[in-house]
């Protein structure tokens, strides 16, 4: 989940907030369905919900349980999602100046393998130039292209 939630968080510090794309809303959906497994197939909730399997195939078709049931359930959900978000902000905003080469990289590239990233990386770090841009490597890009 936390890797689902790393492509919109380094949108929002790259970026910034009100800039995320749509993109983001795919993985969203990936951390949530993930999260709902978690919870109602495999009983990785909290206390709260206790280690119990939930039925159905949404929490909207086949809900046999009560809604304060539902909301428990949805609860946990949110805090495993929040969860991730939290913890691939952490590592994003720990590593900032790598996050910063892989974007700026990226836009140059549009497509990487994870060796190249590596090297990219390590290339910046040796070089001791500094840390690049991205937002304004792809303002400059769209702006170009726009004319």
Not at 36 to 50: L, Y
Not at 87 to 96: F, K, P, Q, S, Y
């Amino acid at each position: 989940m936390c890797v689902c939630m790393g492509g919109r968080v380094a949108e929002e510090l790259i970026y910034g907030k009100d800039k995320v794309t749509t993109g983001a809303q795919s993985d969203i959906q990936t951390a949530t369905k993930i999260a709902e497994n978690m919870v109602r197939q495999c009983g990785m909730g909290s206390e709260n919900v206790g280690y119990v399997q939930y039925s159905g195939e949404s929490q909207k078709e086949g809900w046999e349980y009560s809604e304060a049931t539902k909301a428990a359930v949805e609860g946990e959900v949110r805090a495993l999602v929040q969860e991730a978000y939290n913890t691939a902000r952490e590592i994003l905003t720990t590593n900032v100046d790598e996050l910063h080469v892989i974007a700026d990289s990226l836009l140059r590239h549009e497509t990487m393998t994870g060796k190249e990233l590596e090297m990219a990386i390590q290339e910046h770090k040796e070089s001791k130039r500094p840390v690049p841009n991205p937002a304004a490597s792809f303002l400059a890009q769209t702006a170009a292209v726009s004319t």
